[in-house]
T-cell receptor
């Protein structure tokens, strides 16, 4: 099975940087995903890491260390529209199904 | 290109009734997944179709849940009879092999 932990809530100021950590313990691993979800909407794909290191995509970056079972999502130049829930998910090696953390609610304040 | 669509967006039913949820995946996506989020918990896997075949249904809670994907296109998830603990948001997702999964907006099911 999978055990995935991430903080419940984070608050930051517009224009600032926030880092959301995710730790996982898994029986199989085939990549780690970050999704953004606004209330009442579909989770939207943000990033994917399968090898160690940093993946950068505009204002969002994601890092993975497989040996430590650790990932983070970095949100830079925060905007009000970035207020959302951020979901860390690990993909199973055999079946490609996702196991999710409970999500981190990020609130961006003016 | 149309995304993953789910119907209905909300459903309120009484305990003991039957409800059928529908998911239309992105055209051409062979993989279709059902997930569920109950209040205060994380999103959890229910089952996985590859085309019309059930690849993995290890997450299905019990035999009151029946999923089908006739013809390998859209899928339905039927709950019969519904119980109070079945309340939650049911998500559908689709993907091509090895790519990221695209999610629908979910169906919020409330059993009263």
């Amino acid at each position: 099975g999978q055990n995935i932990d991430q903080p419940t809530e984070m608050t930051a100021t517009e224009g600032a940087i926030v880092q959301i950590n995710c730790t996982y313990q898994t029986s199989g691993f085939n990549g780690l995903f970050w999704y953004q979800q606004h209330a009442g909407e579909a989770p939207t794909f943000l990033s994917y890491n399968v090898l160690d290191g940093l993946e950068e995509k505009g204002r969002f970056s994601s890092f993975l260390s497989r040996s430590k079972g650790y990932s983070y999502l970095l949100l830079k130049e925060l905007q009000m529209k970035d207020s959302a829930s951020y979901l860390c998910a690990v993909r199973d090696a055999d079946d490609y199904k996702l196991s999710f953390g409970a999500g981190t609610t990020v609130t961006v304040r003016a | 290109e149309a995304g993953v669509t789910q119907f209905p967006s909300h459903s309120v039913i009484e305990k003991g009734q039957t409800v059928t949820l529908r998911c239309d995946p992105i055209s051409g996506h062979d993989n279709l997944y059902w997930y569920r989020r109950v209040m205060g918990k994380e999103i959890k896997f229910l089952l996985h179709f590859v085309k019309e075949s059930k690849q993995d249904e290890s997450g299905m809670p019990n035999n009151r849940f029946l999923a089908e994907r006739t013809g390998g296109t859209y899928s339905t998830l039927k709950v019969q009879p519904a119980e109070l603990e079945d309340s939650g948001v049911y998500f559908c997702a689709s993907s091509q092999y090895r790519t990221e999964a695209f999610f629908g907006q979910g169906t919020r099911l409330t059993v009263v």
